[in-house]
């Protein structure tokens, strides 16, 4: 079992940067792969980026390419999503996932065992 707490949303202007973190506690959380998602209020979830377990593969979805970067600590089992020069469509609920697959695919939803429960990210001026 694995459980995942995601935390620093928050309100911000265009432009600005939030780092978000999530934290994983259970049976070695390093073995996992590790994504983020999000989900604004009345569109489907987005793949938003992964990394593999090893944290040698990244990915992203090309509407953050060059914006977000994802990251993992797995001495702190913890991962983490910099978000720079973010627009008002980047509002949406972010959560983190994590897959025994270890390797990341386009989108790691339907291979995702855990999920957090999210945070709340808001873009506005």
């Known amino acids: 079992q694995l459980q995942l707490v995601e935390s620093g949303g928050g309100l911000v202007q265009p432009g600005d940067s939030l780092t978000l973190s999530c934290a994983a506690s259970?049976?070695?959380?390093?073995?996992?792969?590790l994504a983020w998602f999000r989900q604004a209020p009345g569109k489907q979830r987005e793949a938003v980026s992964c990394?593999?377990?090893?944290?040698?593969?990244?990915n992203y979805a090309d509407s953050v390419k060059g914006r977000f970067t994802i990251s993992r600590d797995n001495a702190k089992n913890t991962g983490y999503l910099q978000m720079n020069s973010l627009k008002p469509e980047d509002t949406a609920v972010y959560y983190c996932?994590?897959?025994?697959?270890?390797?990341?695919?386009?989108?790691?939803?339907?291979?995702?065992?855990?999920w957090g429960q999210g945070t709340q990210v808001t873009v506005s001026s």
């Open positions: 996932a994590a897959s025994t697959f270890r390797l990341c695919v386009p989108d790691m939803g339907p291979l995702a065992d855990y």
């Open positions: 259970g049976s070695s959380p390093e073995y996992y792969a």
């Open positions: 990394i593999s377990a090893s944290g040698a593969s990244t």
